[in-house]
């Protein structure tokens, strides 16, 4: 395994327009994080999963937004009638425990014209 | 959000220089801390990390020092490189309930000149 992939790594999409990510973590890792960065800020946490089970989402994560990891496995998280507020890049990252490091992925880079 | 930021501090350092990047945390119950670093278009790769329990940690040409008392935490790096010029960012493990999550602290840019 060779760390947290994420795909796709660029996407363009009309506003309005629905999109969906997906992260799949190490594969050891039971917990599963998404954060959206936008330029010039640092990571903001949008919401974790433990296995398949999702046990915080940020107030950031409008109703627009849903992410799921169904086999506590891979992760997905779709945007429904984008804005192009949405633009930015959404990393996915997993750990092993809680007091562990989290291992990021390249991210995904959104823009919404 | 609960990244708290929108002016990104600049440290400029000259190659072969220390630099020292401060960071300051919020809440007195995180137990855990990590220093990332964050290339343009990559995701945040980790340095070196530090619990509560200690006040410093050393890696390779890298040091973080944690102060309790004040909620502050610093990186040193030795001898700055080239290839060091990047953003970096602290993260604090916060609990809540029954989640755990990082939150990230403002940025600093390491600018390393030749």
């Known amino acids: 395994d060779t760390g947290v992939s994420q795909d796709p790594r660029h996407k363009i999409t009309k506003r309005g327009q629905n999109v969906t990510f997906r992260c799949d973590p190490i594969s050891e890792h039971n917990r599963l994080y998404w954060y959206r960065q936008t330029l010039g800020q640092g990571p903001e946490f949008l919401t974790y999963f433990q296995n398949e089970a999702q046990l915080e989402k940020s107030r950031l994560l409008s109703d627009r937004f849903s992410a799921e990891r169904p086999k506590g496995s891979f992760s997905t998280l779709e945007i429904q009638r984008t804005e192009q507020g949405d633009s930015a890049m959404y990393l996915c990252?997993?750990?092993?425990?809680?007091?562990?490091?989290?291992?990021f992925g390249q991210g995904t880079r959104l823009t919404v014209v | 959000g609960e990244s708290v930021g929108l002016h990104l501090p600049t440290l400029s350092v000259q190659e072969g220089d220390n630099s020292i990047i401060n960071c300051a945390y919020s809440n007195s119950a995180s137990d855990y801390f990590i220093w990332y670093k964050q290339e343009s278009g990559k995701g945040p790769q980790f340095i070196i990390d530090?619990?509560?329990?200690?006040d410093k940690r050393q890696g390779q040409r890298v040091t973080v020092l944690l102060n309790k008392t004040v909620k502050h935490l610093s990186l040193q790096i030795a001898a700055t490189q080239p290839g060091d010029s990047a953003v970096y960012f602290c993260a604090e493990n916060r609990y809540g309930g029954a989640t755990n999550k990082l939150i990230f602290g403002t940025g600093t840019l390491l600018a390393v000149q030749p």
């Open positions: 990252a997993s750990r092993p425990h809680v007091s562990a490091e989290a291992f």
């Open positions: 530090i619990r509560s329990n200690m």
